[in-house]
């Protein structure tokens, strides 16, 4: 995040990259998706890891690429392209899947890389624009500006809300 010059000064500084001290600053673990940029929570991320080919059941969601055991827990992978409408991903062993925390449910969603982690004051958020035309919006739970560009910040608890342990 970057400030303007004459807003702050050395003194009001602390030790997190020059945010105001005192500011309530969120980290986020940032990701692409194509050309989009996307972001989750840190304290959500449990991992990063390379694609390695799922498991397809049937009867699961188009966007679901299929599950995969980690270290003995079954988790969907879900393909973030697919999930907002897309065409699915052909992964390659450049793709990651990023292994999140909702709930007392483990998922793993399928990016095309990690990008950064960005430290986002609390007060920079903004909220999605309402409005027909973008559709639905809401599994963004607010938008901020980064050095790389406009980041959608992810809610996955509506992204991937509860279901019975028998669905995805």
């Not at 003194?11 to 692409?32: E, H």
């Not at 996307?38 to 969601?61: A, C, F, S």
């Not at 697919?82 to 999140?100: H, K, M, Q, S």
């Not at 982690?117 to 980064?146: C, F, K, N, Y």
């Amino acid at each position: 995040m970057t400030f303007a010059s004459n807003q702050i000064t050395n003194s009001d500084v602390d030790d997190r990259g020059g945010v105001p001290a005192g500011t309530d600053v969120r980290q986020y673990v940032t990701f692409l998706v194509g050309e989009s940029i996307y972001g989750v929570d840190i304290n959500l991320v449990r991992e990063i890891k390379q694609w390695t080919p799922t498991t397809v059941l049937p009867n699961q969601p188009s966007y679901t690429k299929g599950v995969l055991n980690l270290r003995g827990t079954i988790v969907p992978v879900h393909d973030l392209r697919a999930r907002f409408g897309g065409a699915l991903t052909d992964p390659t062993e450049t793709n990651v899947v990023v292994i999140v925390w909702i709930g007392t449910k483990t998922v793993g969603i399928l990016v095309d890389a990690v990008s950064d982690i960005i430290g986002v004051p609390s007060d920079e958020i903004r909220q999605v624009p309402a409005g027909h035309a973008m559709g639905d919006m809401s599994t963004i739970g607010g938008l901020v500006t980064a050095q790389a560009g406009m980041v959608a910040l992810l809610d996955l608890n509506t992204m991937f809300p509860s279901q019975d342990d028998n669905e995805f």
